[in-house]
């Protein structure tokens, strides 16, 4: 079959139950098959709730108990189920072992921490990169980009604050880490991560790099058949392309099982010991001193790619990874001795969706049944709304249009001319609409002092007070600018632009814009103007084309 598959619900319809989901386990009794069970049901429920074609995952505990949930396509069309050896993009959880990588050299002297990056990866070009060193390209408070080409138009890559003092997700920093491992250990990032990280732990199936030849060994990954808009999920999925990986930032892949051998190093890591990876005295230094990143959340802390996050009382080791058509999750639980890892073969990344809820509730199960306690309940397994209450009520658009939001009890409504339809959140204050007339824009709702106070259908205003006066409209100039572009939306309202409809685009001069606070290295720059448009944008020098002038 080419091109779209069945919509995912009629997909789920045909399952077969026992064909499609598989447990198994090492080690453990009666009460690890009914925990692995109740696991195996909640990724049911993410699975139809958020129309994912297959999922697997892998729970450890320090006592030696290894389990197994598998459920779901690895090929729809071709009614293939997930396997125990099909392989996963583990996307930036690579970050982690990237890390493990280096660590290994600096045992050896061949580099360490306070390395000059410039120095560690001659003939690189980096403006204001002097004083960074190779920590802070671990710990992503290099000052630059997230994502950018290392040579572009804008003549190279840049720092834009001191090496330390912000943190700033950063995958080029991670894609250059894998340059420097190679250029200092005289073999590819991937040979090096095999050698220095999967070899030493038994990951016999994992590969560092994603390659066509290994294709095979892959599930089929999957998008929404619709890309040019926000989707309510489940949605129409279809075969994503195939692309070949080799930067560091995420080029990893592993099977289950030896992510459950990976999973239980990092418990050992946790207690101070490096497996052979790395010396017992770098594996305490790997876990300290971790950079502040209060972008991923209250108190969370991020170093050598672990995340360190508080959740529910507790402290977890925690990263995620998106690729084109693969999502991940890992939790790891020190205190207690409990580990997860989770993967679905499907590219949400317009609704934000990663199986951390999975993987976490994972990690609840195994836990509370080791200490003989009731787990606590999961987050709910579908698409939901926090304080749905804050949107409710008329917004009117400044033509007399109106929209209705009406909440429920984790939901929304849209009443819009007589006619209701459904809103998911999308994250950040912006909302899928199932109603025509939004699907394409959206609604970005703004909020203040605890309540909505206007809705953004993409530059139309609709306010909660129109008594109150609407923003101003974009100049003529900045309207020019606006449209949609290769794998971006612009648009030109309250007398701005804005990426995406939520990120402000301010102008820093020589007709660049900067995306974020005042210290963000985030750029953007329109070119090749045709009847007064721009028909091209570069994010960060990463060239895109118009599309639409809407």
């Known amino acids: 079959m080419i091109g779209v598959t069945a919509t995912l619900a009629a997909a789920l319809a045909t399952d077969a139950g026992p064909a499609l989901a598989a447990t198994n386990r090492s080690g453990g009794g009666a009460g690890h098959d009914a925990m692995l069970k109740a696991l195996e049901a909640y990724a049911e429920q993410h699975r139809a709730n958020w129309g994912l074609p297959g999922m697997t995952i892998a729970v450890v505990d320090r006592q030696g108990f290894t389990g197994y949930v598998r459920t779901g396509w690895a090929d729809i069309d071709k009614k293939i189920p997930v396997g125990p050896d099909h392989l996963w993009q583990v996307g930036s959880i690579t970050k982690m072992m990237v890390a493990l990588t280096l660590w290994s050299m600096f045992d050896e002297g061949k580099l360490s921490p306070d390395t000059p990056f410039l120095k560690a990866l001659p003939g690189i070009k980096v403006t204001n990169g002097e004083g960074i060193r190779l920590q802070h390209l671990l710990n992503h408070t290099s000052g630059m980009p997230n994502i950018a080409p290392y040579v572009s138009e804008l003549g190279g890559l840049w720092s834009s604050y001191t090496p330390g003092t912000h943190w700033n997700y950063c995958n080029i920093g991670y894609a250059l880490l894998g340059l420097i491992i190679a250029e200092h250990d005289g073999r590819p990032f991937e040979d090096a991560v095999k050698a220095r990280v999967f070899d030493k732990l038994g990951m016999k199936d994992s590969v560092g790099a994603i390659r066509n030849t290994d294709r095979h060994r892959y599930p089929v990954g999957y998008l929404p058949y619709v890309t040019d808009r926000m989707t309510l999920r489940p949605s129409p999925v279809a075969p994503a392309a195939w692309g070949d990986v080799d930067n560091a930032a995420g080029s990893n892949a592993a099977t289950a099982a030896d992510m459950a051998k990976f999973l239980r190093f990092l418990l050992a890591l946790a207690q101070g010991k490096g497996s052979d990876v790395i010396s017992d005295a770098s594996a305490v230094k790997f876990l300290s001193n971790p950079a502040d990143a209060p ?26 990874g998106g690729m084109v058509s693969v999502v991940s999750s890992l939790h790891v639980d020190p ?160 007398g701005a632009l804005w990426r995406g409809n939520r990120e402000k685009l301010v102008p820093i001069g020589n007709g660049d814009y900067r995306a974020g606070p005042d210290w963000s290295p985030e750029r953007v720059r329109f070119d090749t103007p045709f009847f007064g448009r721009p028909q091209r944008i570069l994010n960060n020098g990463s060239p895109g084309w118009r599309v639409a002038f809407a």
Not at 295 to 320: E, Q
Not at 366 to 395: D, F, I, Q
Not at 427 to 449: N, P, S
Not at 460 to 484: C, D, F, T
């Open 295 to 320: 972008a991923d959340g209250k108190g969370v802390t991020y170093g050598n790619g672990i995340g360190h996050y508080p959740i529910d009382g507790r402290s977890y080791f925690h990263h995620t």
């Open 335 to 494: 205190e207690a001795g409990v580990a997860a890892f989770v993967s679905t073969n499907i590219g949400y990344a317009a609704s934000n969706y990663r199986p951390k809820d999975v993987s976490l509730h994972a990690c609840n199960l195994l836990r509370s049944l080791n200490a003989g306690a009731p787990p606590p309940a999961p987050r709910p397994p579908r698409p939901v709304v926090e304080n749905p209450k804050l949107y409710a009520g008329v917004y009117t658009a400044a033509n007399g249009d109106k929209i209705e939001v009406i909440p429920g009890a984790d939901t929304l409504t849209l009443r819009h001319r007589g006619a209701d339809s459904r809103m998911q959140d999308a994250a950040g204050g912006m909302f899928a609409c199932e109603a025509a007339e939004f699907q394409i824009t959206g609604l970005l709702f703004e909020v203040e002092g605890g309540k909505a106070v206007r809705a953004w259908a993409g530059d139309v205003e609709y306010a909660a007070n129109p008594a109150a006066s609407y923003k101003p409209k974009a100049s003529p100039e900045l309207a020019l600018l606006a449209g949609r572009y290769d794998g971006t939306r612009i648009y030109a309202r309250d």
